[in-house]
């Protein structure tokens, strides 16, 4: 990453480069599960003898790959805070996982939360 802005200085414009692949992936491979999706269910309804179920609503699927791009770009923003990409990975996934464990807890979860 220093080399990078040892080449380009204008740090906008590197980080735009590093940043908007990986968000732009991250839509890509939503509609990809979108689209596997569909005869996933209709395999399954078929499998279990029942009939498919085929709404779902525009502002869900929405929120859905909007809660996936700002989790990417979370990745994103800690794998450039620390220039260490494993150190970044391990936690956002712990992050999440700590958090579901607090969300468990019940009253005591909601006093930690606050």
Known sequence: MLTTFALEP???RVLAAKCL???ATAVVACLFA???AVPATAVAAAVRGVEASWNVALQ???GWITVMV??????LAMGLLLLNA???IVICLAGTALWS?????GETGETLDE
């Open 10 to 12: 204008r740090r906008a």
């Open 21 to 23: 692949p990986a968000l």
């Open 34 to 36: 979108l689209a596997a």
């Open 60 to 62: 869900t699927v929405l």
């Open 70 to 75: 700002l989790m990417t770009a979370q990745g």
């Open 86 to 88: 494993p150190a970044a």
């Open 101 to 105: 464990f607090v969300a468990q807890l």
